[in-house]
C-alpha cells in the first residue's frame, strides 16, 4: 500500500521538464541531478516534496526522449508512483525498470495535495481528501515483482530470471 500526497501536473509533461537539458552535465552525479527534478514543470516542487509523495498527470506523461534519468530522480525525489491518464511508452518501461509504478487512470478527480492511498494489488486508489475512489488496470505479477523488488536488475539479481 502506498500512501501520500499528490503533485497534479497537467498534459504533455516531458522528459524535459522532468529533468531540464540545462542540467545534462549532472548525469554522472545524480543526487545533484535529482535536485532538479520536475524544475521546469514547477519550480517549487523539490522543496515541497516528501517521501511517499504521487506525481498525478494528465496525458502522455514523460514525452520526448528516452532518458532513464527522468524517472530515477523522480524516485530519487521521494515520489512512490506515478498517476497519468496516459504515458510516453519508453518512459512507463523505464520507470517500471526503475522500480517506479506508473499507473494509467482517468485523473481528473484528483486535486492538487488531495492525500491519496494506492493499492497496487487490487488497483484502488483512494483519494482520503475528497473522499472518491479510482481504479487502475491490474499489474501483471511479473511487473509487482519487479516493481517490488526495487526494479528489473534488482529481481534479476536475487532470480536469476524471469519467474513467469
Known sequence: ?????????????????????????????????????????????????????LIVAGKNFGLGSSREHAPLVIKMAGVSAILAKSV?????????????????????????GDELEVDLKTGIIRDITAGGQLTFSKIPEIMLGILNEGGLLAYLKKYGDFRL
Open 1 to 53: 500500500m502506498l500512501k501520500g500526497r499528490a503533485f497534479k501536473f497537467g498534459d504533455s509533461i516531458s522528459t524535459d521538464h522532468i529533468i531540464p537539458g540545462r542540467y545534462a552535465y549532472l548525469r554522472s552525479n545524480l543526487t545533484e541531478l535529482a535536485k532538479h527534478a520536475m524544475e521546469d514543470a514547477d519550480p517549487t516542487f523539490m522543496s515541497r516534496v516528501r517521501a511517499g509523495a
Open 88 to 112: 510516453a511508452r519508453i518512459f512507463f518501461r523505464n520507470a517500471i525498470n526503475l522500480g517506479l509504478p506508473v499507473l494509467l487512470c482517468d485523473t481528473d478527480s484528483i486535486g492538487d
